[in-house]
């Protein structure tokens, strides 16, 4: 196999990076991922690996934002989702109020801003701007998406009966939008006080499973 | 630095292998992974992460077992888990009967064996024998824990409200099992269709997050 110059059939288009690197050496993240509309039909497999995402509401001319890892899928389609959001978050009481919200997927490059948002509270700082997150308009709800997150899912509060007791909201996903350009996104995994996995390899197994 | 003789402070002794590789170059899984006591305050980071996990239940001498993504922490300590068991699984029976379970965590080694135990219903088989998975005594509960599995969860169930609606199940852990030589574990994180991301490495950054 020559070397010089490589067969056609052999070179791979690499991945569009997710940031540019400046003069300064700085990672700029790039703005504008291009988010496609997503069949909600295949939603599920976006949340079944568990990775930490971005909960995005807004109240009274305010944007919010917070880090969230406990949630499930609770139905395939639509789909539909089940979450945790301890009342001692800001987000609880605009989730309630509103019946509305983006869940946003962040990857390993926004990192640091995923603890910054789980470090603060929205109660008193306005997130978006703090850390350098970009509020984009939704097309069926009106909390932000989150520009920098490859994937974004427009949700509506449908269940309640299990905020009292166990702060567990249930979402209905009406809107999909995902970069699908991004076939192995570097998700991020809490594993708890500050450790987060990072997405490894996907494999691929015959399985009967959906 | 010297090469010929590592210093003993840079001697970092390997992970302890969960398989070792026969005369055919086949791999054997090492059969008894040594899982001590876990303390039940930390369960919580096995679970956030989003790994497939191996349900387990026992009902009438026998014991089964079904691969399940749909998972998510509801509380810290004790530690609850809210699932869902879909009404067409064997396991959804079992567990309703029985009211306990056991959630035990498999890593890279075991996926096809995951997704065997996925494409397969315990109404009609042991998949125990079948898939060459060793059921363990658990030390509150009658369902096994899986030995070749590196964490395993002993729960009770204790909220049956959302079954109807969402097949959803809140479970309590009583019990934790880990093997906490295994660091970083290369646990199985479902993206749909036979799709597994395996777990890459773990970082740390600075959180107020628990």
């Not at 949340?47 to 890892?69: F, I, K, Q, W, Y």
């Not at 899928?73 to 001692?88: A, D, K, T």
């Not at 919200?101 to 470090?119: D, F, H, R, S, Y």
């Not at 009106?142 to 909201?169: G, N």
């Amino acid at each position: 196999m020559g070397a010089g110059r490589a067969s056609s059939r052999c070179v791979r288009r690499p991945p569009r990076p997710l940031h540019t690197i400046n003069r300064d050496g700085e990672a700029i993240i790039r703005k504008t991922i291009a988010k496609k509309t997503f069949p909600l039909a295949k939603v599920y497999g976006l949340l079944e690996p568990g990775p930490v995402v971005l909960l995005t509401t807004t109240r009274a001319g305010r944007d919010d934002v917070m880090a969230m890892s406990w949630h499930t899928m609770l139905e395939f389609e639509p789909p539909q989702i089940g979450c945790v959001v301890s009342n001692r978050n800001h987000s609880f009481t605009n989730l309630l109020a509103t019946r509305e919200c983006a869940i946003n997927i962040p990857t390993a490059e926004l990192a640091a801003k995923v603890v910054a948002c789980g470090n603060t509270s929205g109660a008193k700082l306005d997130k978006f701007s703090a850390f350098g997150l970009t509020p984009r308009p939704a097309s069926r709800i009106d909390a932000p998406l989150i520009a920098e997150c490859y994937a974004s899912l427009e949700c509506v509060l449908v269940d309640t009966r299990m905020v009292s007791r166990y702060c567990f909201f249930v979402l209905e996903v009406v809107k999909a939008w995902v970069d699908t350009a991004i076939k192995d996104p570097r998700t991020l995994h809490h594993r708890g006080r500050g450790a987060f996995m990072l997405a490894g390899r996907t494999i691929k197994l015959r399985s009967r499973m959906k």
